[in-house]
C-alpha cells in the first residue's frame, strides 16, 4: 500500500478551500481564482515531486486553460 505524504495534501486543501472562500465571498473572480490556484497546485507538485518547469507550462497552462475555458467564461 502507499504511503501518503501528508505536506502537499494540507497546502493544496488549503490552497483550494482559501480561494473558494475568496470565491464565495466575492473577492476574486473566477477568470483570476482557476489559474492562480493551477499555478500554485503546479508548485506544490514541483516541490514535493518530479514535475518539472515544461511540464507545469505546457500541461497546467497550455492544456488546462483549454480544458477549463467553459467554467472561466462563465
Known amino acids: 500500500m502507499a504511503e501518503i505524504n501528508y505536506p502537499p495534501v ?3 486543501m488549503a490552497i483550494f478551500l482559501t480561494f473558494a472562500v475568496l470565491m464565495y465571498l466575492q473577492k476574486i473572480s473566477a477568470l483570476i481564482a482557476l489559474p492562480s490556484m493551477a499555478l500554485l497546485f503546479g508548485l506544490v507538485a514541483m516541490a514535493f515531486g518530479p514535475m ?3 511540464v ?3 500541461e497546467i497552462f497550455g492544456q488546462g486553460a483549454f480544458r477549463l ?4 467564461v462563465a
Not at 69 to 72: L, P, R, V
Open 56 to 58: 507545469l507550462l505546457n
Open 52 to 54: 518539472k518547469w515544461t
Open 69 to 72: 475555458h467553459q467554467a472561466m
Open 10 to 12: 494540507i497546502l493544496i
